[in-house]
């Protein structure tokens, strides 16, 4: 594995971070790891919070929890992956403070950022090229919140129930 050598900066809230966390199910396990050689690599400290035990069946939303609840309190951004992204996107986002997006290209890992303020990027070890996921947390990492007309979106997210009409709640 050859890793592109540039310099990374994480983007905490266009706040600019060196720290982030990381976790995965089993199906995420090989793809974590390459991403923490590539984050090291790049003077990126990242934080694994699991799962190590390859060969183990885990569930998806014990390693969301871990990193929902490292997020709130430190403010940070995470990288979740599980086998397809699916299950760890599912689970991570019923946290009210989490911002997470699926992403399989460099496309989405740059909106997900300029229009939605993610501060967690999801990804699939099965589903998707490690090349391409290095690419996609590198855009991830490197872009800020375009804020604008976005802002006014993002925040809406943050209390969805206010958004229904009153014999919906
Ligand atoms: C585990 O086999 C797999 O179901 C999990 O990693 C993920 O893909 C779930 O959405």
């Known amino acids: 594995m050859v890793f592109q050598k540039k310099i990374l900066q994480c983007n905490k809230g266009n706040k ?13 396990i090989r793809l974590k790891s390459i991403l923490l050689s590539h984050l090291t690599a790049n003077g990126i400290v990242a934080t694994d ?9 885990v569930d ?20 979740l992956i599980c086998g397809s992204g699916i299950g760890m996107s599912i689970a991570v986002n019923r946290y009210e403070w989490v911002r997470a997006a699926l992403v399989h290209d460099e ?15 999801v990804l699939s070890e099965r589903l998707m090229g490690e090349l391409t996921a290095i690419s996609c947390v590198d855009v991830f990492l490197n872009t800020d919140f375009a804020e ?10 943050s209390n969805p129930s206010g958004l229904l009409a009153p014999q919906e709640k």
């Open 16 to 28: 600019l971070a060196t720290e982030i966390l990381i976790a995965s199910d089993h199906g995420g």
């Open 49 to 57: 919070l699991g799962s190590k035990a390859d060969g183990i069946s």
């Open 60 to 79: 998806y939303p014990d390693y969301a929890a871990k990193l929902a609840g490292s997020i709130r309190s430190n403010e940070g951004m995470g990288i």
């Open 107 to 121: 496309t989405s890992a740059r909106l997900c950022r300029e229009h939605n303020n993610a501060n967690v990027i």
């Open 148 to 157: 604008g007309r976005h802002l006014r979106r993002v925040e809406k997210l």
